[in-house]
């Protein structure tokens, strides 16, 4: 039930109107962006703009002047992107659909498309869905590094912690301090930065979590003070690292075409090939070790595996610090995913992260991996029915569709808490 209400929740949260007209965002930020859209100086109107750097992206239609304007939130270089699919019949764009704009000394720039008589070159629907689930499958990959740190701290303390987001922020920001910032090697500061997001993991239970456990908190009580912990640890970010966007090094690599309609960046690939090798050695540690076995027995019963001789306390310490570490790693990879690092990115996943979760099975790992997967590829896949802007919004109707039928998630079971 709580689920299904927190799904529900969720859902509304994240429900975001698309723009349907000449303008969008301009009374939200002070640097606008602005164009027309004409052909033999008629204008076209319902041609779809869309404009996106810095993990920013809004898209807008041309009114009855053709005339579009878009707010953007920092000072830097955006593509403004028109989709041919929107234009006439025998109208296409003739020097690019896709130009990189950045404004000069004032807060406005005016960016104008040339438009001819042409064939138009189109992408198949299949090219267009295979691409868009290697895309899908790679941020799946990604989101469950940070939805399993979550299950696994949920299935042994019962918190469902919402500063799990600013765990992955924390990452992102460690790798921006060393590797751009101090500019060391990336094969330092991107360790780095997992171990010190595994380091906040310990010191908050140390501080924090351990101390209101034996105080015997109920978990609602626990959870309004992990939302408490979000806002003051997002605040202090944005405090230290203002509200930019920045960039890792290499984020924008040129994608290598590998088969058919499959291509991916150097980056992508690493990506990929980091989460694969990370989940199986969690599922390794999971099934094969000590500590892994007691994690699995904590969740499924604290009080008998107390009782067992398993050292309850010093196996979530543990996990908080491997859970935030996981969380820290994903955070970089998120960045270069985005692409782009800010304040508050981990909030703006934290959703699809809790929906991963609920969808795999509260406290199970590997529901957590299942979840993730499919969330990805309905994210991904989504876009070639919806609206980018609403992209988010399949993934929380199929959660809510399946908490129907099934309430304890796709791995759960009917006697685990939640």
Do not use: C
Request: net charge neutral; glycine share 12%; hydrophobic share 50%.
């Amino acid at each position: 039930m709580f689920a299904a209400l927190f799904a529900a929740l969720a859902f509304s949260m994240t429900a975001v109107v698309p723009a349907h007209a000449d303008e969008t965002n301009t009374d939200k930020y002070q640097y606008i962006f602005s164009g027309n859209v004409k052909y033999n100086d008629k204008p076209l109107d319902a041609v779809k703009i869309t404009v996106s750097g810095g993990g920013y992206s809004a898209d807008v239609l041309t009114d009855e002047k053709g005339q579009w304007k878009v707010g953007v939130p920092d000072k830097k270089k955006y593509d403004i992107t028109l989709d041919e699919s929107t234009l006439p019949k025998g109208v296409i764009v003739t020097e690019g659909n896709t130009i990189e704009a950045e404004f000069g000394l004032t807060n406005n720039k005016t960016v104008n498309f040339f438009l001819g008589e042409g064939v138009r070159q189109t992408v198949s629907f299949f090219d267009q869905f295979v691409s868009r689930v290697m895309s899908g499958l790679n941020f799946g990959l990604m989101l469950a590094l940070a939805s399993i740190g979550l299950t696994l701290v949920f299935g042994t303390t019962g918190i469902a912690n919402f500063a799990h987001a600013e765990m992955v922020t924390f990452g992102a920001l460690m790798a921006l301090t060393f590797g751009v910032v101090l500019s060391w090697p990336l094969w330092i500061a991107f360790p780095l930065a997992v171990v010190l997001t595994g380091a906040l993991g310990w010191a908050q239970d140390v501080g924090l979590w351990k101390p209101l456990r034996i105080k015997g908190l109920s978990t609602v009580q626990l959870m309004i003070v992990s939302i408490g912990l979000s806002l003051g640890l997002r605040y202090i970010f944005q405090y230290f690292y203002g509200g930019k966007t920045y960039q890792l090094p290499d984020s924008g690599s040129t994608k290598i075409t590998l088969l058919g309609p499959i291509a991916l960046s150097a980056t992508d690939m690493v990506s990929m090939a980091i989460s694969i090798v990370v989940l199986v050695g969690v599922a390794y540690w999971l099934q094969k070790t000590k500590t892994g076995k007691a994690t699995r027995a904590i969740a499924d019963n604290a009080t008998l595996a107390s009782a067992s001789g398993i050292d309850v306390d010093r196996v979530v310490r543990f996990v908080w610090i491997f859970g935030s570490a996981l969380a820290g790693l994903s955070g970089i990879l998120w960045a270069y995913f985005r692409p782009g690092i800010k304040w508050d990115m981990g909030w703006q996943i934290l959703l699809l992260i809790f929906a991963a979760v609920v969808l795999g099975g509260l406290g199970t790992a590997y529901g957590a991996l299942v979840g993730s997967i499919i969330v990805g590829l309905l994210v991904e896949l989504s876009t070639l029915w919806i609206p980018s802007d609403l992209k988010y919004v399949g993934a929380f109707v199929v959660l809510i569709v399946v908490l129907l039928f099934r309430p304890q998630g796709l791995l759960g079971r009917r006697e685990r808490i939640g």
